[in-house]
C-alpha cells in the first residue's frame, strides 16, 4: 500500500471532525457531535459516498447549515477533514460508516438534503441493490428526511440515473428537477454550484455530461 494512504490511515484517527463508527456500538443517534450542541438545532444536510468531501465543503460555507459527509473510506474522509480544519469549518464533520448503517446515525425527520455525489453505478446484475437509489436505501432517506427535504443525485452514469429515476417513481417519490448536462444548464441553479470533486473532474476529462436529478420522498 502507498505511504501517502498509510499516513492518512494513521492521521485521520487524531482527527476531532471525524467520527468512526464501530460495529455492534449501543450509541443512540441523539448522542452523535452533529446533533449536540451548538450545532443541535441547525439545519442538517448529508453528503453520502463523499469521498474527500469537495461537496461537504462547500455546502458548509453557508453557516447556517451543517454538512455530515459519510464515506466508507477513511483515507479520503482525511483530505475533506483536514482541509476543513485548516480553513476553520466547524459547521462540517465526517463519519466513517457504511451507509447501509445511515439510520444508526441520525434521527427520524432530521436532514434537511442528502446529497449523493457520483455513487458507484454497481453495473452488475448482482450488485444492483447496491445502488444507493434501491428501495431500501429510498425507504432509509425517507426515515430521515424532514418533511418536504430532498434527495439530490448527480451522476455520470446514463445506466444509475435512468435506475434512479425509475426506482423514485415506483417508490412513489417525486421528481423535482432534472436535468441532462448541469453544468451547461442555466436552468437548474445548485447548492454549491461551482463544486467539482475528483469524480466530477475525471468524468468532464473524458466528456461526459454530468446528470442531475433532485426528489422528494414522502412516508
Ligand atoms: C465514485 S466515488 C465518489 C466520491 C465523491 N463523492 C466525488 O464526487 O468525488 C464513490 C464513493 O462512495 C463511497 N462508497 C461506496 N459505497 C459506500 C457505502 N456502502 N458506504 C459508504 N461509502 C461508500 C466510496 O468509498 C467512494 O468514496
Redo the contacts with the bound molecule.
Keep these: 500500500m502507498a505511504k501517502t494512504k498509510l499516513h492518512k490511515y494513521e492521521r485521520v484517527k487524531q482527527l476531532p471532525n471525524v467520527t468512526f463508527s464501530q460495529f455492534g456500538e449501543k450509541t443512540t443517534p441523539g448522542s452523535y457531535p452533529w446533533f449536540q450542541a451548538p450545532f443541535a438545532d441547525m439545519e442538517k444536510i448529508l453528503e453520502l459516498?463523499?469521498?474527500?468531501g469537495?461537496?461537504s465543503l462547500a455546502f458548509a460555507v453557508a453557516e447556517d447549515l451543517f454538512c455530515v459527509g459519510?464515506?466508507?473510506?477513511s483515507d479520503?474522509i482525511c483530505v475533506g477533514a483536514e482541509t476543513a480544519m485548516a480553513a476553520g469549518q466547524t459547521n462540517v464533520h465526517f463519519l466513517r460508516a457504511?451507509?447501509?448503517r445511515i439510520r444508526e446515525f441520525f434521527e427520524e425527520d432530521s436532514i434537511t438534503e442528502i446529497w449523493l455525489?457520483?455513487?458507484?453505478p454497481h453495473l452488475k446484475n448482482r450488485s444492483i441493490k447496491n445502488r444507493l437509489t434501491s428501495p431500501a436505501f429510498l425507504d432509509a432517506y425517507a426515515h430521515l428526511l424532514v418533511p418536504g427535504g430532498t434527495v439530490h443525485l448527480k451522476t455520470d452514469s446514463d445506466t444509475f440515473f435512468d435506475y434512479s429515476r425509475d426506482s423514485v417513481e415506483q417508490w412513489g417519490g417525486q421528481i423535482i428537477s432534472s436535468s441532462e448536462n448541469v453544468h451547461d444548464d442555466e436552468g437548474v441553479i445548485l447548492r454549491g454550484c461551482g463544486t467539482v470533486?475528483?469524480?466530477?473532474a475525471e468524468a468532464r476529462s473524458q466528456g461526459k455530461a454530468i446528470k442531475y436529478m433532485a426528489f422528494t420522498l414522502e412516508k
Design positions: 459516498g463523499c469521498g474527500k469537495e461537496h459519510i464515506d466508507i473510506k479520503r457504511p451507509i447501509e455525489t457520483f455513487p458507484d470533486s475528483a469524480f466530477d
